[in-house]
């Protein structure tokens, strides 16, 4: 199966949590790169954007709202308090079980996302930044 079709699956594990919500799915580019086939789209609702990237599994995934982007890992860490705490990414051969992950994280702790303020989503941003922050010398 190609990246644009798992995507597109993808998109309809994620639909249920993210839709009333006000979100809806709106594929962007499926192509050829240097690393293969890829695909991406995104969630867009509300002023905001969920961003997906595909290529052999679920990719980046990463979050616009309030001037503010923020990978799903450094968000989940800000909110859930460390990093690698949440479902996602869960490394599985399984093509969908990244979006399966991804669903249960933003079940349990998408809310600032979903349906947070400005305000609250910022804050939660800049404690993401530090997470995001390189770490050694």
């Known amino acids: 199966m190609m990246p644009r079709d798992i995507l597109m699956r993808g998109a309809t594990i994620l639909e249920p949590g993210l839709g009333p919500a006000g979100f809806t ?14 695909a991406w ?13 595909f290529r052999e599994s679920l990719g980046m995934v990463a979050y616009h709202a309030a ?14 308090g460390r990093l ?5 990414p869960g490394f599985s051969k399984e093509p969908l079980s990244g979006f399966e992950d991804l669903r249960a ?7 600032v996302f979903l349906t ?7 804050a939660v ?13």
């Open 84 to 88: 690698h705490a949440t479902a996602y």
């Open 116 to 122: 947070g303020s400005d305000d609250e989503f910022r």
């Open 41 to 53: 789209g995104e969630f867009v609702g509300n002023g905001r954007r969920l961003e997906l990237h």
């Open 67 to 80: 001037g503010a982007t923020v990978a799903h890992e450094h968000l989940m860490a800000a909110i859930v």
């Open 105 to 111: 994280d933003i079940a349990a702790h998408g809310k």
């Open 25 to 38: 799915f709106e594929f962007r580019e499926a192509d050829k790169g240097s690393g293969g086939f890829f």
């Open 125 to 137: 941003a800049k404690v993401a930044q530090a997470f995001a922050a390189p770490k050694g010398f």
